[in-house]
């Protein structure tokens, strides 16, 4: 089959694009990526109480918006498609066909109701709970009356006692005993396959030579094995990394904050940002260096060198990365990158002069943590968002301010020319005035400029505001 390298993202669209399963997506990727081999994508949607297609959607968004390009998948039909499992439903039955010619399956009439009781049994008597093959056991007439009754079989493969073993390229020799798991089901009684039985046919026919998956999956992997013997496949090379914990070391979800690629993305974190950052997590590349772009975490990239330990999901070093991004991404480029949010901030970036909005992002951009902060930034140069802080009031309430405003305001009336050289020229003018200097001279027009005791360099937001805007806003404390 294939000589080249083809690994799978393989994600069940029952719920938002986790980080940890964006970061499987980006180790398969960036394998495929180093190898000169092919990502391909699958999607396991044939639990359909879970599935929703609106998940697929943003599956296949977040997916495109990461950057993780698919060689093979939906909207990029190759040579083993169909990609969707829900779409191959022919291809299970043909192979459950052949386990049962080959007496390795039998139908499981138990209901959720008895399993549950041997469950509990299994329990309480302190023995390890799996199914004990009471179906195994039935005879033809049996199986007859139980149809008759119109009960719907699962089939389950019949676990055979025996050892198995395989080599993970991460976490080393594995082995598992057949005696501690029961037959487990193969398709159910809906006719559906479960997800470890389509995925060992999928990956089989689909020529994936190594499955690259979370270590939450190392169970699973046994019952696949097992699979893959029965079939007399060849098995995958297998590599299973640690998962993303949070802070308390337990496995990254929802009650520890933002968990999906969406919200990082209503956030405002740049893609080059997450990726850069969860293929940093787990696994260090050459030197300690922090900051890859694409291309270099390509060419580092090894699986071999993925931890063996949990990786803390740290947002503050997602942000402190972030904002990297963003001061190194061209304004132009940012600028578009910034229109959603803009938009939801209540700014019409339409009606303004480019070059003008240009030069405010330029100004603003280093102080950006995600493109989400946006508006809190730009606010002070906009009439009808900028407001005067606490603070700033405070400030403009000191007695030495209103002499610092009115001088500075002063000059600016006669003033003519380039603004930075007025800026200039005014504070010069204002500190020989007023005999005022350092923080008391700078605080007061600061806030009465921008309505903020911090910001951007006042000579640039006063050559953004202009003179005309500058003096409306110092009248009102000059007086
Ligand atoms: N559909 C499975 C999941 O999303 C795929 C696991 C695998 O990679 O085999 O967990």
Not at 118 to 142: D, F, N, V, W
Not at 203 to 231: C, K, P, W
Not at 279 to 292: A, I, M, W
Not at 457 to 471: P, T
């Amino acid at each position: 089959m294939a000589d080249k390298p083809r690994v799978r993202f393989a994600p069940s669209p029952t719920g938002e694009l986790h980080v940890g399963n964006a970061r499987t997506a980006l180790f398969n990727w960036m394998f495929a990526r180093h190898q000169g081999g092919d990502f391909v994508l699958r999607i396991e949607d044939t639990d359909e109480s879970r599935s929703a297609l609106s998940y697929q959607v943003n599956l296949l968004n977040d997916l495109t918006w990461l950057g993780l390009d698919w060689d093979e998948g939906p909207q990029k039909e190759g040579a083993y498609g169909p990609y969707k499992q829900s779409e191959r439903l022919d291809i299970y039955t043909r192979h459950l066909q052949q386990l049962e010619a080959a007496d390795l399956v039998y139908p499981c009439y138990c209901t959720e109701e008895e399993l549950e009781e041997e469950r509990q049994a299994l329990i309480l008597s302190k023995r390890m709970p799996r199914y004990m093959g009471k179906c195994r056991k039935l005879t033809r007439q049996e199986r007859q009356q139980k149809e008759a009754a119109g009960r719907k079989p699962s089939f389950r493969f019949k676990v055979p006692d025996e050892t198995f073993q395989f080599d993970d390229l991460i976490r080393g020799a594995m082995k598992f005993e057949g005696t501690a798991i029961g037959d487990f089901i193969i398709v159910r009684s809906n006719g559906m396959p479960a997800y470890n039985f389509a995925v060992v046919i999928d990956d089989h026919l689909m020529g994936i030579t190594h499955v690259i998956r979370g270590e939450d999956h190392l169970s699973n992997t046994a019952l696949q094995i097992m699979l893959y013997n029965a079939f007399g496949f060849p098995p995958p090379t297998f590599a299973h990394h640690c998962l993303i914990l949070g802070r308390d070391r337990s496995k990254l979800s929802k009650r520890h904050g933002s968990v999906s690629v969406g919200e990082f993305r209503k956030q405002g974190i740049l893609p080059e940002a997450l990726m850069n950052y969860l293929g940093l997590l787990g696994s260090s590349f050459t030197e300690g260096r922090e900051v890859l772009s694409r291309e270099e975490m390509i060419t580092a990239f090894s699986l071999e060198r993925a931890s063996k330990s949990g990786a803390i999901f740290d947002e503050e070093k997602l942000h402190w990365l972030n904002a990297i991004y963003i001061r190194n991404c061209p304004t132009e480029d940012l600028v578009s990158r910034l229109q959603p949010f803009l938009e939801r901030a209540g700014y019409k970036t339409d009606t303004l002069d480019p070059v003008w909005f240009h030069q405010v992002i330029d100004l603003i951009k280093n102080d950006l943590t995600t493109l989400a902060e946006v508006g809190s930034h730009i606010d002070i140069f906009f009439d009808d968002k900028f407001a005067i802080t606490a603070e700033a009031g405070q400030i403009l309430e000191k007695a030495s301010s209103c002499p610092v405003v009115k001088a500075f305001a002063e000059y600016l009336k006669t003033a003519a020319g380039n603004p930075q050289e007025i800026y200039l020229a005014a504070i010069k003018y204002t500190k020989e005035k007023t005999g005022v200097k350092g923080k008391d001279l700078f605080m007061p027009i600061r806030a009465a400029l921008t309505g903020r005791v911090h910001g951007p360099e006042l000579d640039k937001v006063f050559a953004i505001l202009g003179k005309n805007a500058a003096l409306n806003r110092l009248k009102p404390f000059a007086d």
